[in-house]
Structures are given as C-alpha cells and as structure tokens.
C-alpha cells in the first residue's frame, strides 16, 4: 500500500508564475490536509477536504490560494501569482475519517525566483 | 486558540545519553497528541500518538507521556544514538471542527558520537 504521494518534489517558479501542487491520498483515504512549513517555522494547517468538497480553509491565505479534491485524481494546490514569500514546504497529509491518524507525504518544496 | 511550545528549541548530546524533549499546549480540548521525527529536507514520520483518555505510548527506545489537564507531554529517547538526530516535532489534534494538526516549532537534537 503506497504512501500519500506528493508531485513535485521540487518546484521553482518565478515571481507572477502560478504553482500547482499535487497530493495522493492513501488508498481508501478520503480526508485530504494541507499544511505550509515556511523557514525556521512550524507546520501551519492551510485546508481540510473531503471528496469535492472543502470542510475547513481558515487557514488558507484570502488571495491567491485555492484547493481542491474532485472525485477522481488527486489534491491539487493552487497559488496563483507566487511571491517570494510563498517559498516555503507544502504538505498534504490524509487519513481514512475524520478522527483518524493523519499520514504525512514528503512534501513540496517551492522555491520562488 | 490552541499554541503548542516545544522546548528547548535545540539540543545536543552525546552518544549513549537519555534525553527528553518538551512539549506544552494551551487547550487541554484535544484528540490526541502525536510526535513526529522529521529528517532535513524530508517528510514528517509518526513516531507515537496518545489518545487523550491515555497516559503514554511505547515504541521500542521511545516513551511519550501525556498529561492533558497540565497541557504537557514528552518524549523520552533511551540510551540515543546519532541516528536520532532530527528534528522532533510535536502535534495536537484539536476538537471540534477540522480536527486539523497544530504544531510546536520542534527540537532539533544533535547526537555526538
């Protein structure tokens, strides 16, 4: 059983350029988290969806960022117009249900020029 | 609002010695509390997880204890080894809502040979 996947490792883009993330979920994980590592700083939660659905963005910036889990393929994360300041590790995490242990993939690395 | 503190920020020991590593948390409303080992540049690995309704969790050298009403758990290493250096990052999973994931900043350990 594959862990959550996450694509690409790594990603450069420069300032005005839009960066999509993507996250797999484990096989039969239907809960999909994204957390933001910024330098020298702790993981922050960004959204929680389900299939089609967004249950909690309260930590998704207001501009720019959006997310989505559709019925078929993956999470994606979507910040459009990168900043300098967006440079940071993106982590998609995802469990079975709603209470159950969370597992972590490796996550995005964003570098923007 | 749910802050998770982890101290010290860094520590370094060596080779051989017992260590345990800190963390507090301002609402005793949670899930559970989970520690994660995180390597530079890489992912976030699971290392133990307890349940609100438990006292600790064991898993070979580790040893995490929680005492929710003081808002304390820690992680205790037995006999460390340079393999264990890491960045260990403590999590809580909050109640009510997106039971998202609030971390501590972490404790990055050094272990000497």
């Known amino acids: 059983n594959a862990g959550v996947m996450q694509n690409p490792r790594h990603l450069v883009r420069r300032r005005g350029q839009e960066a999509r993330l993507r996250c797999s979920p484990m096989?039969?994980?239907?809960?999909v988290y994204w957390y933001r590592q910024l330098p020298e700083e702790g993981l922050k939660f960004m959204v929680y969806?389900?299939?089609?659905?967004?249950?909690?963005e309260s930590g998704m910036p207001k501009e720019r960022f959006s997310a989505e889990f559709p019925k078929e393929g993956p999470s994606i994360l979507r910040i459009q117009q990168v900043v300098r300041g967006d440079s940071a590790a993106y982590f998609c995490a995802s469990s079975r249900a709603r209470v159950e242990t969370q597992y972590f993939g490796p996550g995005t690395r964003l570098l923007v020029l | 609002k749910q802050e998770v503190t982890q101290i010290p920020a860094a520590l370094s020991v060596p080779e051989g010695e017992n260590l345990v590593l800190n963390c507090s948390f301002t609402?005793?409303?949670?899930?559970?509390l989970q520690w994660f080992r995180q390597d530079p540049g890489k992912g976030l690995t699971s290392l133990l997880l307890?349940?609100?309704?438990?006292r600790e969790q064991t898993s070979g050298r580790l040893n995490a204890s929680l005492d929710k009403s003081s808002g304390r758990s820690t992680l205790y290493i037995a006999a460390s080894q340079p393999g264990d250096s890491a960045t260990y990052l403590c999590a809580v999973r909050v109640q009510g809502g997106s039971e998202k994931l609030v971390f501590g900043k972490g404790t990055k350990l050094t272990v000497n040979p």
């Open positions: 307890i349940q609100s309704s438990q």
């Open positions: 096989k039969g994980h239907s809960h």
């Open positions: 969806l389900q299939k089609e659905n967004i249950i909690d």
């Open positions: 609402d005793s409303a949670i899930y559970n």
